[in-house]
């Protein structure tokens, strides 16, 4: 790992101990649980629409255009990371698209670290 990616990394695990120390173990929903639990059910688009985020299929289709324009960002990535993970319902798949979302989060910032703060240096 890269010196940026190793801080990055300590630092997220150094937030979420602050976090944890400020406000406890938090357990929240993962998801709105009145969706959730509607009678006829809740589709994962109807969920990323009570979030204010595209549609995972719309996500992957905004981050896959920027890319083949040459103009996709880690903002496109995490997007769609989070759409991943507010469109599964089931939570063992939720886990694995929720650790894909932090690992991007993380390399995102290690590239902040690496290039982005070294410019205004």
């Excluded at 993962?30 to 809740?42: A, I, V, Y």
């Amino acid at each position: 790992m890269s010196k940026e990616l190793d801080q990055a990394f300590l630092d997220a695990v150094a937030e979420v101990n602050n976090q944890l120390t400020k406000w406890g173990e938090q357990n929240h929903p993962c998801l709105d649980q009145t969706l959730l639990n509607r009678e006829r059910s809740c589709t994962p688009q109807r969920m990323c629409e009570n979030y204010e985020i595209p549609s995972e299929t719309r996500a992957k289709f905004l981050c896959q255009n920027a890319f083949e324009k040459n103009e996709g960002t880690y903002a496109h990535i995490a997007v769609e990371e989070l759409s991943e993970s507010i469109s599964e319902f089931e939570p063992e798949k939720r886990y694995i698209e929720v650790i894909q979302l932090a690992a991007v989060c993380i390399n995102w910032a290690a590239k902040i670290k690496r290039i982005d703060l070294k410019k205004e240096s």
